[in-house]
């Protein structure tokens, strides 16, 4: 079974100030892809950020950035000077390699958000 | 490139009445997922479809919800008769196709969603 915890239920910040949002996952899998999703108010689910498990390069794209340690089984994810517009719930979300192995299967596990609030 | 439709945004009924969901994917997407999201809570899968076939109904309740893809294109979910719990929105997606034992996770992108209100 697989199991995604997001342990923060709310963040809020000020403008121009960073956040980090916590993830940690449990799977068996010794394959498996990690996910952030952001939904804003309007509802839709915008796909963020895509790592899989063979690589634990951390990187920067723009103003966000990752922390995957293997070892603690964390997907740190962190928004760099936050604006308004990050205002959201941000969902960390699994996938593993059971469901490689089936016909197309690409189940997502996810968390159970964080909802982020930037003020100005 | 249009986005992965939903029909209709927003619905109210009464607790037992019947209710569908309309989805269309995004063109050329063989995989479609149907997730339910309990207001405070993260999207759970309900059922996976690739082309017309179900991948994975594991966690749809099938004594109340039934879900089909005639065409491998558009699909609806109905709920027959609803509950109070039932009271969510639900999420569509879809994804391009990927052959069995390769491991590369193709992108689901989501749907506005459906709010149901069970009263």
């Known amino acids: 079974a697989q199991k995604v915890t997001q342990a923060q239920t709310e963040i809020s910040v000020v403008e121009k100030e960073d956040v980090t949002l916590d993830c940690v996952y449990e799977t068996r899998d010794t394959t498996y892809y990690l996910f952030w999703y952001k939904q804003p108010p309007s509802g839709e689910l915008v796909f963020l950020i895509r790592?899989?498990?063979?690589?634990?390069q951390n990187e920067i794209s723009g103003r966000y950035s990752w922390n995957f340690q293997k070892s603690t089984s964390s997907f740190n994810f962190t928004i760099t000077a936050s604006q308004v517009v990050d205002s959201a719930v941000y969902f960390c979300?699994?996938?593993?390699?059971?469901?490689?192995?089936?016909?197309?299967?690409?189940?997502?596990?996810f968390g159970g958000g964080t909802r982020v609030l930037v003020k100005p | 490139e249009a986005g992965v439709a939903q029909s209709p945004r927003y619905k109210i009924i009464e607790k037992r009445q019947s209710v569908a969901f309309w989805c269309n994917p995004i063109?050329?997407?063989?995989?479609l997922y149907w997730y339910q999201q309990i207001l405070g809570q993260g999207p759970k899968l309900l059922i996976q479809?690739?082309?017309?076939?179900?991948?994975?109904d594991s966690q749809l309740p099938k004594d109340r919800f039934s879900a089909e893809r005639l065409k491998g294109v558009d699909s609806t979910l109905k709920i027959q008769p609803a509950k109070l719990e039932d009271s969510a929105v639900y999420l569509c997606?879809?994804?391009?196709?990927?052959?069995?034992?390769?491991?590369?996770?193709?992108?689901?992108?989501f749907g506005p969603g459906t709010r149901l209100t069970v009263l």
């Open positions: 479809f690739q082309n017309n076939g179900v991948v994975d």
């Open positions: 063109s050329g997407h063989a995989t």
């Open positions: 979300a699994l996938s593993g390699s059971e469901d490689f192995f089936k016909a197309a299967g690409n189940k997502l596990t």
């Open positions: 997606a879809s994804s391009l196709a990927r052959p069995p034992g390769q491991t590369f996770h193709n992108e689901q992108f």
């Open positions: 790592r899989n498990s063979f690589d634990e």
